[in-house]
C-alpha cells in the first residue's frame, strides 16, 4: 500500500511527538501530537488526509533529514 506519508517510529509515549517520513524522503517530527489520536491516524482510510485535515497546520514540528536512497 503506498502511503503518503507514515510513521517513522512509534509516538514517543508521554512526550506526544510523532514522527513521520514522507514519499519524499523528508522527515519530520510533530510535537503535542494526542497519544490517543496515534491508533487513528494508523487506522484512517487514508493517512494522507489525515495528515492534511488533522496535523498539518495543528501542530509544531521540526524538520529533521531527508533520506537518500542507497
Known amino acids: 500500500m ?4 507514515s510513521p ?7 512526550k ?4 513521520l ?4 524522503g523528508e522527515v519530520y ?10 491508533q487513528e491516524f494508523l487506522d ?5 488526509r489525515y495528515f492534511l485535515n488533522h496535523i498539518r497546520n495543528h501542530f509544531r514540528y521540526e524538520r529533521l533529514a531527508k533520506l537518500q536512497a542507497a
Open 2 to 5: 503506498n502511503r503518503s506519508c
Open 8 to 14: 517513522r517510529q512509534p509516538n514517543d509515549v508521554g
Open 16 to 19: 506526544q511527538i510523532l514522527w
Open 21 to 24: 517520513r514522507f514519499r519524499s
Open 29 to 38: 517530527r510533530y510535537f503535542g501530537f494526542p497519544e490517543e489520536r496515534y
Open 44 to 48: 484512517a482510510e487514508s493517512r494522507g
